[in-house]
Structure formats: structure tokens, C-alpha cells
């Protein structure tokens, strides 16, 4: 038995990852911004919510679909964009997308991934989304839409909390910029980490090194990683582009990065099918509310208009149902998959995934709730001061 089959919960994947990257990539997916405030505070919210049984309700395994766009997944949870998620492993994009095609879920791609698009369709059984930044301008964007559409993306999920990259000071401290201005002095210093994983490093040099995007075609090439930064400053989405894009891509569009009821209204207005409670994981704006302390509150303005998706802090099939129950027709996994790629390639996000469905399954039979679908408020109990309905 490997050690990521023995892992039990995704703190244990987590150990495992952290065990097997570099401190520069560990570090990239842990971390936040600033002072990490909301990263720790997504996490924390859940414990502020405790679950109402109903004892006594014997059943068969319960059910875990849900349909989101008009797909019926058979989880309650969808693979969240993931920059450079191939640094965590060769190939992992791909593997990412087949470890969830094979759980009967979907997975969004981020454009700043290492792969490809049409090699993570390829990869992919279920549907496939892709997640919009406009890097490189309208024409870039433009050309990486057609693209997505002609391999059979799905849906477009149109990131809006970027309008510059987060102040990930782990970042800062372990040398990226400097290890991506490939001058050698300024590099040295940072090198140990590197050399200190040597089967990291191996299966990365050999995946080429991740090193531009290659869904960012600019007319010199694909975007190379250094001008990330840059290109993020240079490319905020507004509620106008909306327009364009939608009428660029035919499709149904999703909004990722609403943080309040105002702004889930105007993305709604703005023609969106659906709408994600995300803070981006606590990498963008430190000091902004836990995701799930902001989901009653859009689910009010909006829930019967659109599809509220919500993400960040989710680490256990509890979290998942808590965010069910108040309201989210499915929910996006960041860095609990994240983990188990960077622990063990594709069964390492078989096992998280496999982790939380048991949780769920689990979780629910203790609830006595038959259905994912099924939840509702009647099962949490609220602390003080979150609204009543
Ligand atoms: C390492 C990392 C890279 C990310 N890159 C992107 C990205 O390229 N595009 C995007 O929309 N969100 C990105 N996110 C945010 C996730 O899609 C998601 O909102 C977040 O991870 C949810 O929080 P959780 O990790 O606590 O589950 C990234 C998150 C992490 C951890």
C-alpha cells in the first residue's frame, strides 16, 4: 500500500506533498496573500457551524448528484483552476482531469496551466471548463476562446478578482522571481530547495520544465512564466468585457470571484449562468470575509436567478455539506486535489477525491439527509449574527 492510499485525510496528503515538492511549489499552493488572514479564515469558518442530525432515518447510500449547466455530476464537488499544476507533477493537468472524469466530476482548466487544452480534453471522460483571465489582450484571449470551444470545453468560467496578482509573500521569500530571471547570481541563493528534491526535480526537467502557457499564444509565442505578473496588471476583466467574451464564446459563461450580493447581481446581469463564491482561496485581497460567511448572502440575491458555486477552505465532505446546506448547488476543490497531485500524481487526486466522496457518504447517513440535493438549513445551526434565512 502506498503512503497516499494510506492517507486519511487530506491533512495527511497535504503532509505527504509538503514531504515530496520543493518549498518554492509547496509553499506556491499552501500559501496566501499578506498575512494570510483569509486563507485561515476560510478554513476556520466551518468549525463556527454545527451540523442537526436526524437520528433514526435508516436509508440507502445516499446520493451525491448534482447538476450543474444542465450536467448531472456524480459528486457534489468540481477540480477549482489551479495555476501551473503541472509543476506539481508532470503532466498535471491531464492527470487532474482524468482522476475527475473517472470520479464522474468535472474539472476546470486555469489558463495559466503548463498543458495544452486540447491534451487536458483528450484526458478528460467528463466535461471540461475553462477559466478565462485576459493575458495578452483581447485578441490573445480571444484566439484561447476559440480554441477552448473548437476542443469541446463546456463552459467558460470568467475569473474576476484578479485585476493584479495577490501579495503571496512565501513567494517572495522563497526566490521566485528571482529562480524565473534565469541569471544565475540572482538564482543561487534559491537552487538548494530544488536540488533537496531530487525526484521532483527529475520528473520536472524531464516534463520540459514549466517554463510559458502554452494557451497564451502572444505573436512572439507562447507566454513565457516570468511576465505572469505583468500580464495580470495589464489584462483586468470589467463588467463591460463580459460582453465580448460572451459573444466570443457562444456559451454558457460562469463568474468566479464574487465576494458580495451586489456583485453576484451584476454578473447575473450581465448574462451569467453562474456565479462562484470565491476569494480565490485567500490569495487576492487578505482581509476579505471567509467565502462561506459571504454564500448566504449571494444565495439571497441571486439563488433564483443563477447557479451559485462556492469555494475555499473545503477540507472535509462536512465542509462540502455545510456549503450545500446553506445554499451552493455544487462546490470547487482547490488545494485539497492539489495536495494529492503534488503527493502522488493521479492517484494522489483519486485519493482526495475518493477521501472526501467517503466523507460525504458518511457525513450524510450521519445527518440522516438521503441526498446531497437534499440538504437545507434545517440541518446546520448558525452562530449569531448570520441571517436567519
Ligand atoms: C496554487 C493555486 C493556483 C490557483 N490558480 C488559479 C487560477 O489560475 N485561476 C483561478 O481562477 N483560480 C485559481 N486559484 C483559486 C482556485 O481556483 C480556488 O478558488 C481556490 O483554490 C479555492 O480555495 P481552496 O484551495 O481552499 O479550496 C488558484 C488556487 C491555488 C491554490
Not at 219 to 225: A, D, L, S
Amino acid at each position: 500500500m502506498s503512503a497516499v492510499d494510506k492517507a486519511v485525510n487530506i491533512a495527511d496528503l497535504r503532509r505527504l506533498a509538503k514531504r515530496r515538492l520543493p518549498r518554492i511549489v509547496f509553499d506556491y499552493a499552501d500559501g496566501g496573500a499578506e498575512d494570510e488572514i483569509t486563507l485561515r479564515g476560510n478554513c476556520r469558518v466551518f468549525e463556527t457551524i454545527t451540523l442537526r442530525p436526524r437520528s433514526a432515518v435508516p436509508m440507502p447510500s445516499p446520493d451525491l448528484r448534482t447538476t450543474v449547466l444542465g450536467t448531472t455530476f456524480d459528486l457534489p464537488f468540481l477540480l477549482a483552476p489551479i495555476g501551473s499544476t503541472r509543476m506539481f507533477h508532470p503532466h498535471g493537468e491531464a492527470l487532474a482531469a482524468a482522476a475527475a472524469g473517472a470520479a464522474g466530476t468535472g474539472y476546470i482548466l486555469s489558463t495559466l496551466c503548463g498543458s495544452p487544452l486540447e491534451e487536458v480534453k483528450a484526458a478528460a471522460t467528463r466535461p471540461v471548463w475553462y477559466q478565462l483571465y485576459l493575458v495578452g489582450g483581447h485578441d490573445v484571449a480571444r484566439a484561447g476562446i476559440e480554441r477552448a470551444r473548437r476542443a469541446g470545453f463546456s463552459a467558460l468560467v470568467v475569473t474576476i478578482d484578479t485585476p493584479v496578482a495577490g501579495m503571496r509573500e512565501r513567494d517572495h521569500y522563497n526566490g521566485t522571481g528571482a529562480l524565473l530571471t534565469r541569471k544565475i547570481g540572482s538564482m543561487l541563493p534559491y537552487i538548494p530547495q530544488l536540488l533537496a528534491k531530487p525526484r521532483w526535480l527529475a520528473g520536472f526537467i524531464a516534463d520540459g520544465g514549466l517554463m510559458s502557457f502554452p494557451n497564451v499564444m502572444l505573436p512572439t509565442g507562447p507566454m513565457p512564466y516570468a511576465d505572469v505578473g505583468r500580464a495580470l496588471a495589464e489584462c483586468a476583466v470589467g463588467w463591460p468585457d463580459l460582453r465580448w467574451i460572451r459573444d466570443a464564446w457562444g456559451g454558457p459563461i460562469i463568474v468566479k470571484g464574487v465576494h458580495t450580493a451586489d456583485d453576484a447581481r451584476r454578473a447575473v446581469d450581465a448574462g451569467a449562468e453562474g456565479v462562484v463564491v470565491s476569494n480565490h482561496g485567500g490569495r487576492q485581497l487578505d482581509g476579505v470575509a471567509p467565502t462561506l460567511r459571504v454564500l448566504p448572502e449571494v444565495v439571497a440575491a441571486v439563488g433564483d436567478r443563477t447557479e451559485v458555486l462556492f469555494d475555499g477552505g473545503i477540507r472535509r465532505g462536512s465542509d462540502i455539506v455545510k456549503a450545500l446546506a446553506l445554499g451552493a448547488r455544487a462546490v470547487l476543490i482547490g488545494r485539497a486535489y492539489m495536495y494529492g497531485l503534488g503527493a502522488g500524481g493521479g492517484p494522489g487526486v483519486t485519493r482526495a477525491i475518493d477521501i472526501l466522496r467517503a466523507d460525504l457518504l458518511r457525513t450524510l447517513t450521519l445527518l440522516g439527509c438521503p441526498s446531497a440535493a437534499g440538504l437545507d438549513r434545517s440541518f446546520l445551526e448558525l452562530p449569531a449574527g448570520w441571517p436567519s434565512t
